[in-house]
């Protein structure tokens, strides 16, 4: 296992101006035609909190979770949220949109998830320069636990990443799998406490909703940016997602390594 790790982690470092170069032209292509170009990548993030802000705040009239305004909650909340499930449902058909790249048989083709992974990092960086601006406009500190967000985006590209793996090898073979994957998507953002506290639930039921991986990362952000919580400070629920996420890793890698021989025999 080690020894894998190994070996993928200097095929990354071997190919890094590849996938840069890709990703860069997935970011690239995004907004061909379009006249404000990059600008669209700002627009759509600030458009989103704004209408996020005016339903609840001034239509529901949400109240402040404690003293955080309830916009800046939802936002950071929001954030790595939208750049999981970007990371996720773009690599499920990464296989089949290059099939002109996966039938060339010098091309590493696990490395399609780790370009999405790179080029959803500038849409979610813009996402975080929003919520670091929200935050200081509403009078808000800056704090050195910002910088924490660094291991909680790691730790998320590590469970996109195996997930990835997992959804794009097995949907050459069964097509069906980049619907399923929308539908899961679509559940698991109304069942992670995006939008709503963990806290109204009752006690028994929190367990179960923490037991999503997603939960331990919706929390980080938040206790990165608003409450300023480290990482340390929750041994277990650390240790718990690290081994789902390092066992989703390791089973994605396996996935993967078995269907790839076959691909360019489907595609």
Not at 102 to 126: E, N, R
Not at 129 to 139: E, K, T
Not at 193 to 218: A, D, H, Q, S, T
Not at 247 to 252: D, M
Request: aromatic share 18%; with cysteine.
């Amino acid at each position: 296992m080690i020894h894998s790790a190994m070996r993928f982690f200097r095929l990354l470092i071997g190919q890094r101006q590849l996938i840069l170069s890709m990703a860069k032209r997935e970011v690239r292509s995004r907004h061909i035609g379009s006249l404000l170009g990059f600008v669209w990548t700002f627009i759509q993030p600030l458009v989103m909190i704004t209408v996020f802000w005016f339903v609840f705040s001034v239509g529901f009239r949400s109240k402040p979770m404690g003293d955080v305004p309830f916009i800046v909650w939802l936002t950071a909340g929001m954030a790595p949220w939208f750049a999981f499930s970007d990371i996720v449902l773009g690599s499920t058909g990464v296989i089949i949109g290059n099939a002109n790249l996966i039938k060339k048989t010098l091309f590493h083709s696990q490395i399609l998830p780790v370009v999405k992974i790179v080029s959803t990092t500038v849409s979610h960086a813009v996402f975080l320069l929003l919520l670091i601006g929200l935050i200081l406009f509403q009078g808000l500190p800056f704090s050195f636990w910002f910088f924490q967000l660094f291991y909680y985006f790691f730790a998320m590209c590590v469970l996109a990443l195996g997930i990835s793996w997992i959804a794009s090898s097995v949907n050459v073979f069964v097509r069906d799998v980049g619907q399923i994957m929308k539908v899961i998507i679509q559940v698991g953002f109304w069942a992670t406490p995006i939008f709503w506290n963990i806290g109204m639930m009752p006690e028994r039921v929190r367990f179960y909703l923490k037991l999503n991986p997603m939960y331990y990362i919706i929390q980080g952000y938040r206790e990165s940016f608003i409450t300023f919580v480290p990482f340390w400070h929750h041994p277990l629920l650390t240790v718990y997602f690290w081994s789902l996420a390092l066992t989703f890793l390791v089973l994605g890698a396996l996935v993967f390594q078995k269907l790839k021989p076959q691909f360019a025999d489907v595609l």
